[in-house]
Nanobody, 126 residues
Framework: QVQLVESGGGRVHVGDSLTLSCVASERTFKKYVTGWFRQAPGQEREFVAVISWSGQSTWFDDSVKGRFTITRDAAKNTAYLQMTRLTPKDTGAYYC???????????????????WGQGTQVTVSS
């Protein structure tokens, strides 16, 4: 059982940056694909970004492409989501999720992910 804990959320203004962290309890976390999803009030949860276990493959939703970066530090069992040029549309609860895979192919469907964190809130005000 992998436990994921997100942190780094907060209240910022348009154009600001934030970096979210996702720390995993599992020492073999390096063999897990890690994704970030978000959910705005009254909306469905949506895919944001994903990184393969090796870090070789990443994928972003079009709405964040060029503004967000996803990385991971295997030694720290941690994945990061660096967010820049934030807009009010980026507001929501951000969730870290993971599934085991030693392939560099990644999935963006929430159904594929086995483990989820509790979320961290990001609020962007104008």
């Amino acid at each position: 059982q992998v436990q994921l804990v997100e942190s780094g959320g907060g209240r910022v203004h348009v154009g600001d940056s934030l970096t979210l962290s996702c720390v995993a309890s599992e020492r073999t976390f390096k063999k897990y694909v890690t994704g970030w999803f978000r959910q705005a009030p009254g909306q469905e949860r949506e895919f944001v970004a994903v990184i393969s276990w090796s870090g070789q493959s990443t994928w972003f939703d079009d709405s964040v492409k060029g503004r967000f970066t996803i990385t991971r530090d295997a030694a720290k069992n941690t994945a990061y989501l660096q967010m820049t040029r934030l807009t009010p549309k980026d507001t929501g609860a951000y969730y870290c999720a993971a599934y085991y895979s030693d392939s560099d192919m990644v999935a963006y469907s929430a159904n594929r992910y086995e483990y989820w964190g509790q979320g961290t809130q990001v609020t962007v005000s104008s």
